[in-house]
């Protein structure tokens, strides 16, 4: 038997790198998936790749009402775990970063995820199930020159703790994962778009320093899956980092 048979996840950012692994993952142990993205190219990429169907959903973490209806949709039948994947990064000098580039990053980091959960809570409450958020070792120190997503990051590891302090007694359990460097194209779109002004060995101070170098998408999943599974039920507010040893020391 498969851990997840019978078990509903959803799965934003599906269209690539660390939701297209974990939506994979969780489909490959047995459940039924909805993928989520607003690239919709890319979900149909995901579903060829999965070892069952899933319901592919469009989704525009832009916009606060598609939250609400991806959920609406996905909670049909019920809903067992939300894996909030979405995001975006941007980077340039903090004095010179766009008031409207700094609110965009936060709405698709931290205010849609906020209500991803939100229209979740309702029916998550009703299976006993559990999120898993998307944070970032960023969430966990600074970071030069990504002023916003640091920033989202950091809120979304505060949406995380006090979301599992006020749902544990009613059985939800709220975690996030704090990925460091990671093999995806949303990272290797970010090194070939380097601001001016940029000092790239400050950059780099962050780099994995123990372990084999960046992590991949499959890494992220497993502890995805980890965490959505029975064996992690007394876990929750909790923040998980995967970093090759970035924060160490």
């Not at 048979?5 to 950012?13: A, E, W």
Request: hydrophobic share 45%; charged share 15%; glycine share 10%.
């Amino acid at each position: 038997m498969n851990r997840f048979d019978g078990k509903k996840v959803l799965v934003t950012g599906a269209a690539s790198g660390i939701g297209q692994a974990t939506a994979i993952r969780f489909a490959e142990e047995g459940a039924h998936v909805v993928i989520a993205d607003i690239n919709e190219a890319g979900l149909a990429a995901t579903a060829e790749q999965m070892a069952n169907a899933p319901m592919i959903r469009p989704y525009n973490a832009l916009d606060n009402d598609s939250s609400q209806a991806l959920v609406n949709e996905a909670a049909k039948g019920g809903l067992d775990v939300v894996c909030n994947i979405s995001g975006t990064i941007g980077w340039g000098p903090s004095e010179s970063f766009s008031l409207d580039e700094f609110e965009r990053i936060m709405q698709i980091n931290t205010t849609s995820v906020f209500a991803i959960c939100q229209a979740a809570l309702p029916h998550l409450e009703k299976t006993k199930g559990t999120i898993i958020n998307t944070a970032s070792t960023a969430a966990l120190q600074g970071v030069a020159y990504t002023i916003a997503y640091a920033a989202s990051k950091h809120a979304v590891a505060g949406i995380t703790k006090s979301l599992a302090i006020e749902y544990g007694a009613k059985g939800v359990r709220v975690n996030a994962i704090c990925p460091g460097h990671v093999d995806t194209p949303l990272a290797a779109q970010m090194m070939e778009n380097v601001p001016e002004g940029i000092d790239f060995d400050l950059v780099m101070r962050n780099a994995p320093k123990l372990l084999d170098g960046t992590c991949q998408p499959s890494d992220i999943a497993s502890l995805f899956a980890y965490l959505a599974s029975q064996e992690a039920s007394k876990v929750t507010g909790s923040l998980f980092t995967m970093d090759g040893g970035q924060l160490a020391g």
